[in-house]
């Protein structure tokens, strides 16, 4: 992404400091190399939120370790959502915790999430409605039932895949991007 906002600065300051004589011509040339450069973005980002998430499976069976954001001594929830991001260029704003990932992330509508978008979870009481948990959308089906990847402390005791439904819609919080 970063690449192509440096592409898109790149070719502007060329066109605005040619000395073409003709001006409209470079106008559309550029206005063409624009239309290129911003139809190729989504391609980009999904090719981003596949390697995040080929990235972020290569690590399921990891165990869970509260506070470590180590894949040799284990994850926390927040610390694997930060640890993979991290190996991409994504810093969150040195969001590590659960609330931090909440406030950092631009909110969206869950309706509107995207594969690589974080969700932010109650803690195990759903009753108290402030974060405690948090993982990274894993995929969306066609009737858009939503997994997500994340280190759970409960049965699966590290990282693995869950259903958006049941106990983890009841804890839902909010859906956040940290991907612009």
Known sequence: MKKILLTIVLLGSIAFSSKAQDNVSLTMQYQKMMEKVINHIPEVANATSNKIMDFAKSLIGTRYRYASSNPKVGF????FVSYVYKQFGFNING??????????????????AKVG??????????????PGHV??????????????????SGKAKGVTIT????YYKNR?????????
């Open 117 to 130: 978008d974080v969700l932010v979870f109650t803690g195990s009481n759903s009753r108290v409605r402030k």
């Open 163 to 166: 259903d958006l439904e049941g």
């Open 135 to 152: 993982g990274i959308i894993y995929s969306i089906d066609e009737d858009g039932k939503i997994k997500f990847i994340h280190s759970s």
């Open 172 to 180: 839902f919080l909010k859906a956040v991007t940290v991907m612009e």
């Open 95 to 112: 969001a590590r915790s659960s609330a931090d990932f909440a406030q950092k992330g631009k909110a969206i509508k869950l309706a509107d």
């Open 76 to 79: 926390d929830c927040s610390g």
